[in-house]
Nanobody
Framework: QVHLVESGGGSVQAGGSLRLSCVVS????????MGWFRQAPGNEREAVAA????????YADSSVKGRFTISQDNAKKTLHLQMNSLKPEDTAMYYC??????????????????WGQGTQVTVSS
């Protein structure tokens, strides 16, 4: 059974940083993609960034480019999201997801098969 566990969320002031991590267990595929998504209250779950085992990455939201960095450790099947210069609008529940293979659209929610429970990020002004 596949499990994803996110960690690293918390409360910070605007301009601060957080580093999210996601550990995957029970997932045996060596070709796969992982992604970070976020969902604010009343909003749809949206993609933040994704990374695949072939080294490719994609940032779905232009507002996070230059502030967020996604990284992946294939050996440990771990995904990270370094978030700098956080803004109040980054406040959301952040979810990690993984899917086998290499989907055409790696920042689409429907491309992912397995999801974690989320970690809350709150940024105050």
């Amino acid at each position: 059974q596949v499990h994803l566990v996110e960690s690293g969320g918390g409360s910070v002031q605007a301009g601060g940083s957080l580093r999210l991590s996601c550990v995957v267990s029970g997932f045996t595929n060596n070709i796969y993609c992982m992604g970070w998504f976020r969902q604010a209250p009343g909003n749809e779950r949206e993609a933040v960034a994704a990374s695949c085992s072939d080294g490719s990455t994609s940032y779905a939201d232009s507002s996070v480019k230059g502030r967020f960095t996604i990284s992946q450790d294939n050996a440990k099947k771990t995904l990270h999201l370094q978030m700098n210069s956080l803004k109040p609008e980054d406040t959301a529940m952040y979810y990690c997801a993984v899917t086998p293979g290499r989907p055409l659209w790696i920042t689409k929610r429907d491309s992912y098969s397995y999801w974690g429970q989320g970690t809350q990020v709150t940024v105050s002004s």
